[in-house]
């Protein structure tokens, strides 16, 4: 309990039981066996790292806006409060699942569309494009190894995800003061199903298991990918698997740069227990579509941007 174990996914319908335990005792497992070139991380790394060199009023032209969350997230402008009054200590750039305007999908539900995709560098695209592909392909390796846990055809299950609200967000975490108080990312707990995160060689994230009072170390071995449970898949297993707080510190003394994989089901998808509740377990029923706007429109941080990032705002409108 608490240590978090290394799966090989490659070992197929072997490795359920062992996803079953992790899921259910630590909510964090880390994967070997994915299939991912780590020269294909490299290089999303190493395009995310210039595309956060660029000039603030570059990087501005790409920037989210409350109708439309794709694009540049600038330090502290959308992140939850750590509590004490500091915004969280990165900048990103949100992706979400490409749609073509003309899908039927986006006149059913306006959180659907197509990304910004910033003209430098000029292999962003193509080279999250192609990290993004290979990751929807774990994807469904672990969902099919889910809807076994949860006791539902995989056929069945794997269909919620047609037309997904699964989303990236590229995470720039400057160095911090090592005294420093302030968090990276604050302590929470996802609200997907599951996200995939790729190697790091940094260091920084945080976990805090289930009845534990300390914090321990998230640092995944060589090429492993490190995998949570959300809130949504908590849900449906009625609490028997865990959605497990966590949190990132920066004080390496160097960048960190992380590009966690959020899947997330189709809009229309209700999330309830499929499987008996644990005791105790009491949550209401969630709509994602619902959800996700909420989690979208709310913690809107327009205040705390400086007066020099104000006035490049107003420039780049």
């Known amino acids: 309990m608490g240590e978090i ?3 090989d996914i490659s070992r197929g319908e072997q490795a359920v039981g062992d996803i079953e335990r992790a899921s259910r005792d630590v909510g964090f497992m880390y994967m070997t066996g994915h299939g991912i070139p780590a020269a294909t991380i490299v290089r999303v790394r190493s395009a995310i790292s210039a ?4 000039p603030l009023a570059v990087k501005l032209r790409d920037r989210i806006t409350r109708d439309n969350y794709r694009g540049y997230i600038p330090l502290g402008f959308f992140s939850a409060n750590a509590g004490d009054g500091a915004a969280d200590r990165y900048e990103g750039y949100k992706l979400h699942h490409e749609t073509p305007a003309d899908d039927p999908v986006c006149a059913a539900c306006d959180l659907y569309g197509q990304n910004r995709w910033p003209e430098q560098p000029q292999d962003f695209r193509e080279s999250l494009t192609e990290y993004w ?3 929807e392909r774990v994807a469904d390796t672990l969902l099919r190894a889910f809807a076994r846990i949860l006791g539902v055809s995989p056929d069945r299950f794997l269909a919620l995800f047609e037309s997904p609200l699964t989303n990236m967000t590229l995470l ?3 160095a911090q003061d090592p005294n420093s108080a302030a968090f990276g990312l604050h302590p929470h707990k996802d609200t997907d199903v599951f996200t995939i995160v790729p190697p790091d060689p940094v260091g920084g994230l945080m ?5 534990a009072a300390d914090w321990i170390r998230a640092d995944a071995p060589g090429d492993a990918l490190t995998v949570n449970i959300g809130d949504l898949l908590e849900l449906w297993s009625g609490g028997y698997l865990v959605s497990t707080p966590h949190k990132v510190v920066n004080t390496s003394g160097v960048e960190r740069y992380s590009f966690p994989y959020f899947v997330v089901p189709r809009f229309d998808t209700v999330v309830e227990p499929m499987r008996l509740p ?7 029923r969630v709509h994602v579509g619902d959800a996700s706007r909420a989690v979208w429109r709310t913690n809107w941080q327009d205040a705390k941007l400086t007066e020099a990032q104000r006035e490049l705002v107003e420039v780049n409108c």
Do not use: M, W
């Open 5 to 7: 174990p290394v799966i």
């Open 51 to 54: 595309y956060f060199a660029l």
């Open 133 to 135: 592909k290979k990751c």
């Open 172 to 174: 720039h975490y400057p």
């Open 207 to 211: 976990i805090r298991c289930r009845g």
């Open 278 to 284: 644990q005791p105790g377990f009491e949550r209401a």
